[in-house]
């Protein structure tokens, strides 16, 4: 088999999850936010929703997206703090095969630099689970925007070294190459 071209980039598909109990699909900005930056970054968007904070309903697509074939990618954001009634952490911690700690220590260390002690109350986590890469944020633009441009991007771009999350994914182009 052919090796894989590492020059190249490769778009992956992903899906945009929102928990809010406070937005819908109509002023969802931090949602409109990822599905702006994966697209502009060459990725495709599979689908996208906005849940109430419930954790049975978020494991359940959650559940649906990870079975699925297609979605590479999970992006969730809202309900990661401390706030009453999130549930983010809680629906989607069980669910992963592995988790990648590094994401959740580097966003809170990036979200120190602006908000001070209060950046240890972020939930933030990333994990894997049958080949679909899981990334969890909080629901303010600019968690969205530091999360994304510093973080997630990178990794999902497989052309970044010294490594990326691109080889790790289901059906991706590397694994299927032969590397």
């Not at 303010?140 to 999350?165: E, H, R």
């Amino acid at each position: 088999m052919p090796r894989p071209d590492l020059s190249r980039f490769y778009p992956l598909s992903i899906a945009v999850l929102t928990v809010s109990d406070s937005r819908s699909s109509a002023n969802d900005s931090s949602g409109d936010l990822l599905c702006q930056l994966l697209q502009t970054a060459g990725h495709q968007l599979a689908e996208r929703i906005v849940l109430p904070n419930n954790k049975y309903h978020v494991r359940a697509v959650l559940s649906q997206w990870i079975a699925s074939e297609t979605i590479q990618v999970v992006l969730l954001n809202g309900g990661t703090g401390y706030a009453r009634g999130n549930c983010t952490v809680e629906a989607l911690t069980p669910l992963m095969d592995t988790q990648v700690p590094g994401f959740g220590e580097l966003f809170r260390q990036l979200s120190f630099n602006e908000l001070g002690s209060a950046a240890m109350q972020s939930g933030a986590l990333a994990g894997l689970a049958n080949g679909t890469l899981l990334f969890a944020m909080p629901g303010s633009g600019g968690a969205c925007t530091v999360a994304m441009q510093q973080l997630i991007l990178p990794q999902l771009d497989s052309k970044t070294g010294p490594c990326n999350f691109v080889a790790h994914v289901k059906n991706n182009p590397i694994n299927n190459c032969g590397a």
